[in-house]
């Protein structure tokens, strides 16, 4: 199912789509819908009262641009108080036993610092700290990711970009 998305990237379904995710066992995903003018979501709500299921709130769309909605969503991450201020640059340079490596890091920081992303490296830190501590397995790294030092030093992935002179700017672009 190829699933439609609103400008702020959030899911929009048809009725046919609710449907088929409900009868493919997928039931909890149908709470939040972007329906159609022309979806009956009424009709659909009468359906699934009958069954004693839970009924679809119809989206209203939210009248933000794209960098506001994405500042809400990212000043809610969702960890514990002690990682939303954690010192991540020091633990990150406490793993540098060179100046090309500080130097790298510094770059790197810097870069994120820019784009108002350091929350989002206190949480990957968070993720990888909770996976390891409940014997999650992810992944070696994937993608432009794998360029990044700075979430090697954090553990979401094992590709030293610097062994292997991955530019780092492929990530960040």
């Given at each position: 199912?190829?699933?439609k ?36 979501i ?11 299921l839970?009924?679809l ?12 909605f994405d ?23 406490a ?6 490596k ?6 790197e ?16 830190k ?13 992944g ?5 990711s ?14 030293d ?13």
């Amino acid at each position: 199912m190829l699933i439609k998305t609103d400008v702020l990237g959030i899911p929009r379904f048809a009725n046919k789509d609710l449907v088929n995710m409900i009868y493919s066992g997928h039931v909890d995903k149908c709470h939040v819908v972007l329906c159609d003018p022309s979806d009956d979501i009424e009709k659909f709500n009468a359906a699934m009262r009958e069954q004693y299921l839970p009924e679809l709130t119809k989206y209203i769309p939210l009248d933000v641009d794209q960098k506001t909605f994405d500042g809400a969503l990212q000043s809610e991450w969702f960890m514990p108080d002690e990682y939303k201020t954690y010192p991540i640059y020091d633990f990150c340079l406490a793993q540098c036993d060179t100046i090309e490596k500080k130097k790298r890091l510094t770059q790197e920081f810097d870069a994120f610092d820019k784009r108002g992303m350091l929350p989002l490296l206190c949480y990957m830190k968070y993720l990888v700290d909770f996976m390891r501590e409940n014997n999650i397995v992810w992944g070696v790294g994937r993608g432009s990711s794998v360029a990044s030092y700075v979430l090697y030093l954090i553990g979401v992935h094992r590709i030293d970009s610097i062994q292997f002179d991955l530019d780092w700017r492929e990530f960040l672009r």
